[in-house]
């Protein structure tokens, strides 16, 4: 599962949102995949940060407070 969506401010930039499963190998717990590219190159971000899933709720939470 992805997302792509257009990047504020930028020409072309997207921030990408991916859910990926064993990112480090087998075993590995899911995460999600947060990326910024200002190329708008969603496959191949210049920025990104992982997210363990069981983090996610609290993530959005923080989120929600700061908008």
């Known amino acids: 599962m992805s997302r792509s969506i ?3 401010g930028t020409k072309k ?3 990408s949102v991916t859910k990926i499963a064993e990112p480090y190998g087998a ?3 899911t995460v999600v995949s947060v990326g910024i590219s ?3 190159d969603a496959q191949n971000p210049e920025w990104k940060v992982h997210l363990p899933l069981n983090n996610l709720d609290d993530v959005i939470a923080a989120l929600q407070e700061l908008k």
Do not use: M, P, T
Request: net charge negative.
């Open 6 to 8: 257009a990047l504020d």
């Open 13 to 15: 930039g997207v921030i």
């Open 27 to 29: 075993g590995s717990g």
């Open 38 to 40: 200002l190329s708008g």
